[in-house]
């Protein structure tokens, strides 16, 4: 099962980070089909946010075809992200934690990391549509 974060530094709403984790958790073939999602109370009990932040979230999950919730039962998922190259995953994780683990030798912070990955990624994306 799923276990949701909330990072105040990000920018990004909760509800939308809620929907990200999900998505990404999909994407990585964390979560599958017919998975449950937490139930409303223990994400609200777990993060200390309004039950409504949850609702908005699942609901736009629900209204991407992602997640369904059974009245009473709870959210499901309904369709998986994961697409042929999940088994490329394992292998591309240990290299980044070792680009993660040289990162930190080098003396980069958190901020400093994702600033250079983020850099380096859309350069990347750029130079693949040219």
């Known amino acids: 099962m799923i276990e949701f974060y909330l990072d105040s530094r990000s920018g990004v709403s909760p509800y ?3 929907v990200q984790q999900v998505r990404q958790a999909l994407r990585l073939g964390l979560l599958h089909e017919g998975d449950q999602l937490p139930t409303v109370k223990d ?3 777990g993060l ?3 039950p ?3 609702l908005k979230a699942y609901r736009e999950l629900e209204h991407e075809g992602l997640v369904a919730a059974r009245q009473g039962v709870g959210t499901f998922v309904t369709k998986t992200l994961a697409g042929d190259s999940l088994a490329a995953h394992g ?3 240990r290299d980044l934690r070792r680009w993660l683990a ?3 030798k080098a003396g980069l912070d958190d901020e400093s990391i994702e600033a250079l990955f983020m850099t380096t ?3 990347a994306s750029q130079e693949d549509i040219a």
Do not use: D, H, M
Request: charged share 15%.
């Open 52 to 54: 409504n932040t949850v």
């Open 48 to 50: 200390a946010i309004n």
């Open 102 to 104: 040289g990162a930190r």
């Open 16 to 18: 939308l980070q809620l």
């Open 121 to 123: 990624f859309r350069t």
């Open 91 to 93: 292998p591309l994780r």
């Open 43 to 45: 994400v609200v009990a």
